[in-house]
């Protein structure tokens, strides 16, 4: 890697989905703590990383003026995660793409360095986060030349994050120790007892 590592890596924030248990709203864009939720994951991942993109499919107006550039799908819609990733990649010379949700807005500043440190370590290919108990094949960093390695996959029909995974070289980084980092948001309920918790922490 670079000096700096940051300038080899691009960031994405994957928003594309279609969020069917937060009866279908774009979760990126739900208000949290008086922001986007999505507000908060970039303001702890752009530090990190040279560029920073939004992966989405909907509401692409919105997500640009939170001054990131917006890539959407490349191979049909709403696949997951996995062609969120193919079209950061397309959209970009970096040789390596850090991905993160927009519903786990409580990110570790730092993120890129753990998972860049594992990935040298292992000399791999990719690299993915691990809690303690399991991966968390959302929180990844992806050589980028693997990008047409992606695209056969998923032209070939294949979803499953994992499958696609074991097909190349894997470091995992450990975060047992930051477990806030995989609370997500997938229901009213969730996102009501984190506005709470994060209203609560700001009142200190």
Not at 10 to 31: C, H, N, P
Request: with cysteine; charged share 25%.
């Amino acid at each position: 890697m670079q000096d700096d590592p940051r300038l080899a890596i691009v960031g994405v924030i994957l928003a594309g989905g279609r969020a069917e248990r937060m009866d279908g709203q774009d979760k990126g864009l739900l208000a949290l703590a008086g922001q986007p939720m999505v507000a908060h994951v970039i303001r702890i991942l752009r530090p990190q990383i040279g560029e920073l993109l939004i992966n989405a499919n909907r509401n692409l107006d919105t997500y640009r003026a939170l001054d990131c550039r917006v890539v959407s799908d490349d191979i049909g819609q709403f696949l997951g995660p996995l062609a969120g990733m193919l079209a950061a990649m397309n959209a970009t010379r970096a040789a390596y793409l850090l991905t993160a949700p927009c519903d786990s807005p409580l990110l570790p500043e730092t993120y890129a360095h753990r998972m860049v440190t594992a990935l040298v370590r292992d000399q791999a290919e990719l690299c993915v986060a691990h809690d303690g108990n399991r991966l968390q094949p959302v929180f990844a960093l992806l050589r980028t030349e693997l990008r047409n390695s992606l695209k056969e996959y998923l032209e070939s029909g294949e979803r499953k994050i994992d499958r696609w995974f074991a097909r190349h070289r894997m470091a995992t980084a450990d975060f047992a120790d930051y477990p806030t980092m995989f609370r997500n948001v997938n229901t009213p309920e969730e996102l009501a007892v984190l506005e709470q918790e994060m209203n609560s922490r700001s009142n200190l």
